[in-house]
């Protein structure tokens, strides 16, 4: 990528406004000369760290990151065998393994909590630098100043001793009044870093010692006593003393910390990233930015799109690339924001080819370009003799020849600067060789050729920034689907051209045939028809998976009461298979009291052997069927998370929910008979009622010698006549297809009101009727606060709520959210 297409693209202006975040001027560096990256692992790598960065500096935690001063020149003297350094120099060494420390410690404490993986396994690859910063720890404290060491004390006391000797022998001359006649001041003066006296001129030979300095007027010479002489030259050797010996600590820290000079070089370049990474999720942060996805088999994507330089006046524009589409040509009135549009598209791919946030919304997603070739402004040079339209030509020459499938190519105001149809067939030739390099392009242009060429081609989309017409003045929105009119004429008028101008040139268009707008217009009425089709087409196909979903569900209900029924009578029949065998014990212990044989007893224990086999059997086969029924739980259970994470349902109900409140009412649909039973009787259709579950039934047939099978709403047994009571006085009736009803969408007697009301993606009647339905629920069980996520987003959904709750009767008041709980995205209501 080309350091004049960055330009043009102000991807430079943008990275060096993120390197203004950085805590070290290395880092600021680092990022500064960040270039786009190229392999989808390295990108994923920045914003991956760039992403939990923005978590922590999202938390009240500390910050995690301090500033250091420049190391990287200090870090190649310690590696130079001999090497002296300064104490300001292995002050910012000192300081550099403070923010080691610091920010290895903070990662670590948060890892867990806040999921840092990324950021955690970054500082543990950071080398192990601790005995540097011992080592300069033990000698300098944490604000450059040396500590008071044994080998230093010393000469420090004797330093102080010295000073208060030579202030008691200049204190001697100033003090009394000996020579106050002889003293221009009272207080000794520092010259040339030794205590003298301002004596007077005329009487200097009344203070004997060195003469350091006179005044300019010659009125006052400086003079050093001869009784402190001596204690200066003592002091200057000690302080000559103290300085080399100083010089000899660093040097042996210095030799200690020599072999550890590769390490802070790696550590270095480690701290630089963190700080880059930082850096960029604090600008994220300061603009209301998202981390992009990265586009795999789906198309691009952005949502509220704001190009960052320009701040609150930004319009949000939402890009919607379809499958297949790898042109787009935008099209509009002049000043109506094409080129920005291009602009931000081209720069949003480059930020986040840096692993940089940018400024949209969530679910944004941009494919990784290999190169990028632009061809935008005016190339004219007079210099080069080139015209505006040779200018754009070499622009466009060089992306037709390096462009490849992994290209992105932005191409501004194409077909322009020569003959209208030249300059149109060239543009169409060039789409051509791209779409065969299956380059991805965009393009802005007023050719109406080129809006038509955009139709013909399945690999192209029209998108145009729309255009009030009550204002004629654009309104910076980018329509995806529709090409747009120029408005020449109508901006002409506007901008004072006379009226009579403005209608010649409506004159010629019509004679020319050359209007194109009514084409324009009938093509954008066929897409919102088109639109409207396929947004049906989704409608009916929801409905019927959501018709087959709830089938699939009555029907594994219907299995489980099934189930539910066979385990009472597998109990019913274990309780008799007790009492049988107590029953058979005695008649065995009756039959030993008089003559048994042999056979008799084997013939007992084998009917009792037998029969316990069979109800054995039998709990088989029912903890088969309950272990099939759960299996075709889950299944149903993970098709619904599936739906529901694609596509958010109306009614927002997983299918466990909907398994545990969803009960099936069967009621059977009975015809009279022509006349009354004087008498009922067993026989189909009679009305009967079960003696151990006191359940009514149907009759529906016969099932050998004194059993019929019954209907218990939608459930058939089989039971014994004596099982069963005839219902008198009722007529006769047939068994019809039995039905059910599923409770869930208009709520169970088990159904709770929400803690929580969420309402995000709803259309406003919709979200109308779930709070009607919550607000119900909540004077059914005496609920009297609850919360409501609507969502900031354009504020119709939530206006729609704050109306309806004012002029709901039952609601005592409601307000928004603290900032920390939602802000002005959820609202806390409390009834009456």
Known sequence: MDKKTLTELDFYRIRDEIAGFCVSEEGAYMLS??????????????????????????????????????????????????????????HSVLQFCVAVKNVTDAVLNAEEELNLKSLASLVRSIPDISSVYGEINRIMTSDGQLRDLPELRAIRAKIAELNAKIKSILRSFTSGTKYADILESAVPVLKNGRQVLAVKSNRRASVPGIIHEVSHTGQTVFIEPEESVRCSNELVEAEFELQAEIRRIIVDVVSKIAPFSFDLVQALKIMEKLDGTRAAAAWGKANGCVFADTCKEEPLLLIGARHPLLGEKAVPVDIRFMEGKRILIITGPNTGGKTVTLKTIALFALLNQCGFPVPAKEGSRLPVFSGIYADIGDEQSLDQSLSTFSGHMKNIARAVRCAGESSLVLLDELGSGTDPQEGAAVSMAVLDRLIEKKSFVLITTHQGIIKNYGYTHPECINASVEFNSDTLSPTYRLMMGIPGESHALEIAEKSGLPKDIVQKARDYIVSEKADVSSLIKGLTQKHAELDGLLAEIKEREEALLESIRKNDLKALQLRQKE?????????????????????????????????????????????????????????????????????????????????????PSKKRMKTSDALKNAVSISSSVMQENSALQKEPVFEPGAEVKSVSSNQTGIIDAPAGKGRWTVLFGSIKMTLRQSELVLVKNRTALKPSVSYSVDLAESGSAEEKPAFELRLLGL???EAVRALERQLDLCALNNFR????????????????????????????????????????????????
């Open 33 to 90: 000369h960040l270039e786009p990256l190229s392999k989808s692992d390295e990108i994923e790598a920045r914003k991956n760290l760039s992403r939990e960065w923005f978590t922590y500096i999202h938390t009240a935690r500390n910050n995690a990151l301090n500033s250091w001063q420049p190391v990287f020149p200090v870090f190649k003297m310690i590696s130079v065998q001999g090497a002296a350094v300064s104490l300001e120099q292995l």
């Open 763 to 765: 259309r406003a009647e």
């Open 563 to 647: 189930h539910e029924i066979k385990k009472g009578i597998q109990r019913e029949a274990e309780d008799f298979l007790v009492q049988t065998r107590k029953d058979l014990e005695n008649l065995v212990r009756v039959l030993k009291e008089g003559e048994v044989t042999r056979e008799k007893t084997l013939g007992v224990r084998k009917f009792i052997s037998d029969f316990t086999a069979a109800v054995s059997e039998r709990d088989e086969k029912l903890s088969e069927e309950e272990h099939k029924i759960a299996e075709e739980t889950l299944r149903l259970e993970n098709e619904e998370k599936k739906r529901i994470s694609h596509k």
């Open 785 to 832: 606060q609850f919360s409501i996520i609507h969502g900031k987003g354009s504020g119709v959904l939530q206006q729609t709520v704050h109306d309806y709750l004012s002029n709901c009767p039952s609601v005592l008041n409601f307000t928004f959210a603290p900032p920390e709980d939602g802000g002005f995205g959820k609202t806390y209501v409390s009834l009456r």
